[in-house]
């Protein structure tokens, strides 16, 4: 069984930067596909971004797509997320999943295992 810890949230000014990592543990991250989520309060959690088992696809919710990027480094099994350019309305806590299917999965019902969330926090 694989088990995620994220990382890297935080308190940062809109236009500002943050690094999010997910550590995988247990099995090999190569094995799976990764995917990170987000839920604010009163609201539904909704997809972010997400890679492919071998990088070879990777997908962005629109309202992201120009300011993240997804990337993985299987020898570390660490999938990271680079936040750019934030805004106050990215504020949430931040969840990685992993898909033992290797999908790069919009949907949050294809992912297998989840991490506990790291809080992400813009002020204007």
């Known amino acids: 069984q694989v088990q995620l810890v994220e990382s890297g949230g935080g308190l940062v000014q809109a236009g500002g930067s943050l690094r999010l990592s997910c550590q995988a543990s247990?099995?090999?991250?190569?094995?799976?596909?990764a995917g990170w989520f987000r839920q604010s309060p009163g609201r539904e959690r909704e997809f972010v971004a997400a890679?492919?088992?071998?990088?070879?696809?990777?997908n962005y919710a629109r309202s992201v797509q120009a300011r993240f990027k997804i990337s993985r480094d299987d020898a570390k099994n660490t999938v990271i997320l680079q936040l750019n350019s934030l805004k106050p309305e990215d504020t949430a806590v931040y969840y990685c999943?992993?898909?033992?299917?290797?999908?790069?999965?919009?949907?949050?019902?294809?992912?297998?295992?989840w991490g506990q969330g790291t809080q992400v926090t813009v002020s204007s």
């Open positions: 999943a992993f898909d033992s299917a290797g999908s790069s999965a919009r949907f949050a019902n294809r992912y297998d295992t």
């Open positions: 247990g099995r090999p991250s190569r094995n799976y596909g």
């Open positions: 890679i492919s088992r071998g990088a070879e696809s990777t």
